[in-house]
Structures are given as structure tokens and as C-alpha cells.
């Protein structure tokens, strides 16, 4: 083990913890993510891999038994994005608990706590206008506020995208601190010294704290750690957070390139998901590394901000301008091309190709937000003395409930919010959510990955259609056209997908409106499904004698009014409803004039229908378009785990499976009963396998098998070249 210098080491790490906003704003819940499998979403599967992993990190001894269980948070310096901390408390309220803990202890035992905040929706911030720059920001600092319970000592720039106009905001707002990359300072000077000395991301010495000067004269600065390069990089992309012997190696290697006579500063910033799922255990090394080793090798495991108020920095930090003067970022060697332009970033894979389509992307979105903002301005002049503080004052109460967002927002009204009751207040809210809405839809990784069809630019796409559908609903002009023939010219890497124009109509059918709502919550009731949890609150009053019941036809039906409150904005709507479930499953829905079947509904209340109806698909799963509904159900409402849920989900499954391969089945049914066998997933040796194996077996046997009757087979465990 190597031996640790004389010179003593403050060693923090820093982990940037983000996931998009990914709920279909239309109904504020996350949807399954099949990519995700075997967890419902992303969320979920990093919350198991890396955020929770990290909250109750094991430490092992010698023979591989736990030895502990410990909280990696309350080692390192650490953000946790507002749309992801949302998803925590939601979800996982235990995770969030921990990290307050892990601050709190922090703060007790150093002086400074490890959380700091991150701009509100990981906007590339100098790309935002100064305005929205500031709302994203005032909301970043609210929503930490609300969830440690004290303000923020220091905020995560997204990507550290960074320009003097940003770092001016974080002064004006009283940050105290932030972190960058070497690569972003290219000048420093030692305090009283007038000349700079020049510096690229080779040669500053990231060993002590610096300092940047406000610009208007007064004196201000706010303090930026810089991480250290080579160190951050090598636990990214290369195996050092394998072992905790070669991490701790780095770190060492990374206070010997500091010149710094006192305490050397060592900092690894990195994405936190390293730690657990990019990385796999990672986690352990890091709870090893920080609790065991470096106390081992003399190193001191401290927090960002303790370590600048211990060792105030005495060096001035000159910014690197980028392209233009249009800012830098740690990802980006192009300035901030990577989410403007194709600037040549990319992740390299698939669908790298180029990415002009990033510039339309964008301009699409400027096309709302500019609408939204002559709408939110015009009328919101009406009700608040300054619209635009009441839309940063919105950001500490945005998910409470109703009547405490009314409050909060009562202290910037003008008389009219009074007299109008709570029809203006409810258009106060609309307005606001209209605003959520177009900050959300700047989250910087709808333009980091390679295309625009991929999972994150369809995420602030939808985000952009949603903002859409509120200023409709606010009675305003939305420029819909303009929009889509923007986003036209936005051409996806893979032929197939077609351009941002076609995602926005695929994303479009995402949506969920009040008849939706009402129609998806009237066919649960007559079925006896569950209710899906739809963005509305539904109470149903069936007329007298439409109680759902089974007639000699197995036709069932159901009339009657409708209530239905918005949960967020707190609209409340009555209308009129009338629902039939055929035979086959057919479904109709009629709610205040719109007539809508199975094919309307989201994709979640289309699964829940169809699952409880499967028994009375049986006899005609042979349709190749009903055995697919019913393989896109099964995707969305998989049989998980071995629940009494998730058996008789799998039970059912596979009478209809077993069904769809009675007689001779067609390519396209055959196909569609391979996807099936790979989500119902029998268990080796149980008879319902056995009975599969056999169906299959029988039609391998009937002649010489087709292509897809070969991989069904080759699915099932049999050889389907010896069958016959």
C-alpha cells in the first residue's frame, strides 16, 4: 500500500445524482420503461443500483460477511436533482430521509453540510434566457430548502455549464459556492496580483479553493472548486472505482501534481450514477475508500464547503470564455455546442450520426416558451404585481398541496385575485403549471445523447407538447404548426423514427384530458379492474339502474355523471358518461360528446383493461390485433416477481398464450407468442412450461417449421430442426 505524503490531504468526493423529469406530464406519474426491465423505469432501477445502494452501503471483512452497513452520503459532497429528489420522496422516502441524515450529520461533525442544490430542471443555464436563468435557479435553491430544511451553501451548475452572467445570478442569489472543470479556468492570479497567469486543464493546480469576482465593482465573489481532472476521469472511464486501493492511489497521484503547501485539496466530481450502476459495486469502494482506507493512509475525508470555509481561498480564477463568449461545460469541448449544435459530441454508439437536428430542437422549444411567456405575462399581469416574482416565489410551494401554493401566491396578488374567487386563483395556478411546464422542457439530456427519436429528446418533446395543451387551455394561440414545422427539420439518426416532428405526434398520443380520465375510470368500474392513477380524481354517479352487471350477452354497461378534479391545477369538471364492454373486450367509452375505444386511452389504463379481460379473450386471441393488445398489456403490466398478483397474472397470461398456438397459427401470432413467452417467463419444470413445450412440439411435428415457428421453438427449449 502506498505510503501518504507528509502534506495533508482534504479528499471530497462529489456526486452529481440527476434523472429527467421523466412522468408523462399529462397525468404526473412515471410510465413504464421497458428498457428499464426488470423494473418498472429508470428511476427504479438506478434507485436499486446506485441511490439506495449508496444509502446503505455494505462494507465487508475478510471472509466477505457484512461487517457494517453505512451511509456513503455522509463521506462526500453531494446534489440531488429536484426532478429526481421528487421521485425519491415519492417512491422511496427512506433514500431522502437518509440524505437529510447524511447532511445533518455533515454539518454537526464539519461544520458545513455535503448537499448542495442544482438548478431546478438541469437546464444548460447560459442558454436560458436571464430570466428563466434565474427562476431555474431560485427553484433549485427552494426545492433544497424544502427538503433539508436550511438554505444552500453552495449550487451544481448542470453539465457546470458555466459564463460570467451565470456565476453574477449565483452571487445576486447568495451561493456561496460551485464546482467546475479545470478545463473552464484559463487564467489565475494570486490575491493583490494584478498580471494573470495563463493555465489550460493540464497545468492549474486543483489543490486549493479559488475565487471569482463579481463584475459590477462591489467586491463579491463567490468560491469555485475545481475537480481534478485526470483523477475524475480515471474513475468514469477507467477501473479505478474497481478497488479502493487504486482509487486511493489516484487520489494520491492527484495531490502530488499540487503545488499548494497546506492542506491539498483533492476533488473527484463525477455523474453520482458511477457509483452503483454505471459502475457495478462501486458503491462498495467508495464506502471502503472513504470509511476504512484513506483514514489508513492519513487522508482527511471532508465536504466541499467545509473546506473552503477552513482554507478561504486566496487565488482569483479567470473563466474561459467558449466559442463566442457563449460559456463552457465539462462535457462539451466545443463551448456549449453539444446542446445547440452538432458541435461533433456524441456518445459514439448506434445511433451517433449527426446532430443537426439539436439547433431545431431547441428553436422548436424557444417557440413555446416565448408564446408562453406573452400568454403567462399578459395574464398574470392581471392578477400578481410582478408576475415574474410571483413565478419564482411558485418554486417553493410548486408540489404542495392546493390551498398552501394559493397562500404562497396570495402575497404577490392584486385585488382582482381577490374578488375573482377562485376562478382567478385557478387560473393563477394554470398559469403556473404553464410555466413548470416550460422550464421542465429544457432538461439538458433531451440534446446530450445522439438523437433526437431516443428516449431523452422524446422526454422534453412531450414536455414541449403538454406546455402546448396548457396554453391552449388558458384560451391562448398555441403555434402548434410552427412548432411541428420547426421540428421537421430535426431528422433522426434512424430512418424509421423520421424527425422531431414524428415523435412530437407519437408523444401527442401520451396525453390525457378529463374524458380520458373519466372513460378509463367508468370501463375499470365495469370490468372490475383497477383505476389507474390518471392525473384526476373521479367520482362516478351511475344513473339508477346502470349498476355494471352481466347481461345474457356478457354485455356490460354503465351511464351516469362525472366529477372530476385536475390534481394539480385543481380544475374541477362535470359531464355526462357511457360505457359498454363487449364480449370480446371491446370497449367503448362516450364522456360529453367524445366517443373513445381501447386505442385512445394511455398506455397503463389500456394494460390494466385488457388484463382483467382476458379471460374473455380466450376464444378469440387467434386475431393477430387482439393477441397483439394483448402482448402490449403484458408489456406494460408484466407479471412481476412471485406475488399473488404477479402468479395470477402469469396464470392467465399463459391460457392465453396456450390459446393464441391452438390450430395453425399465422407468422405474425407466432411472433407475437414469442414475445409473450419472453415476458411471462414459466418457471423451468412448472406444468404450464410443460404444456407450452408440448403445444410447440406439435406444431414443430406437423411439417417442416418456418422461420418464426423455429424461434419460438428455439425460446421454448426445443430443437426445432429435430422436431419433425
Known sequence: MTTHAAAPIALCFHGHFYQPPRENPWTDRVPREPSAVPFHDWNARINSECYRANAFARIHDGAGRIE??????????????????????????????????????????????????????????????????????????????????????????????????TLETLIDLGVRYTILAPEQINGVRARGVQDWTAVDRDTLDTGRGYFWRHRDGSGRTIAIGVFDGPLSRAVAFDKTANHADSLLDAVQASAARSSVSGPRLVLCASDGELWGHHKKFADLTLAFATRVGAQHRGMEVTNLGAYLARHAPTWEARLAEGPDGEGTAWSCGHGLGRWKRDCGCNMGGDD??????????????????????????????????????????????????????????????????????????????????????????????????????????????????????????????????QVLEILAEAKSNRRESGTGADVFRRVARDRVTVTHAVAGAALADVVGAPRVDAGWTVVLSP?????????????RASHGSATAAHVRSGAVEMMGYKVQAGSAGGMVAKVAGDQLTLVHLDAETRAALVMAELPSLLPVVRDAKVLALTVEAARELPPDGETPEGVARRTALTRVLLAALDGTPSAANLRLAGELVDIVALPDASPEKRLLEERVWTLCAQGRPSAPLRELAEKVGIAASKSH
Open 543 to 555: 344513473a339508477k339502474g346502470a349498476t355494471p352487471a352481466r347481461a345474457a350477452a356478457r354485455s
Open 352 to 481: 451517433a450520426g449527426r446532430q443537426a437536428w439539436r439547433g431545431p430542437l431547441r428553436r422548436a422549444l424557444d417557440v413555446v416558451r416565448d408564446a408562453a411567456g406573452r400568454l403567462y405575462e399578459d395574464a398574470a399581469g392581471d392578477l400578481f404585481r410582478d408576475p415574474w416574482a410571483a413565478r419564482d416565489g411558485y418554486g417553493a410551494v410548486v408540489d404542495d398541496p392546493i390551498p398552501v401554493r394559493d397562500r404562497a401566491l396570495a402575497v404577490f396578488a392584486l385585488p382582482r385575485w381577490t374578488k375573482g374567487g377562485e376562478k382567478a386563483r385557478l387560473t393563477a395556478r394554470r398559469l403556473l403549471e404553464l410555466q413548470r411546464a416550460t422550464l421542465l422542457m429544457y432538461a439538458s439530456c433531451g440534446w446530450f445523447f445522439d438523437d433526437v427519436a431516443g428516449l431523452e429528446g422524446a422526454l422534453v418533446i412531450r414536455m414541449g407538447a403538454h406546455a402546448l395543451d396548457l396554453l391552449t387551455d388558458l384560451g391562448g394561440r398555441a403555434p402548434t404548426r
Open 68 to 165: 457494517a452497513i453505512v451511509d456513503n452520503y455522509d463521506r462526500m459532497s453531494f446534489n440531488f436533482g429536484p426532478t429526481l429528489a421528487r421521485w425519491l420522496g415519492r417512491h422511496d422516502p427512506s433514500v431522502e430521509t437518509r440524505l437529510r441524515e447524511a447532511d445533518a450529520a455533515q454539518r454537526k461533525r464539519l461544520g458545513s453540510g455535503g448537499a448542495i442544490a442544482q438548478a431546478y430542471a438541469h437546464p444548460i443555464v447560459p442558454l436560458c434566457t436571464a430570466r428563466d436563468a434565474r427562476t431555474q435557479l431560485v427553484w433549485g435553491l427552494h426545492d433544497f430548502n424544502r427538503r433539508f430544511g436550511h438554505g444552500a451553501e453552495g449550487l451544481w451548475l448542470p453539465e457546470t455549464a458555466v459564463s460570467p452572467d
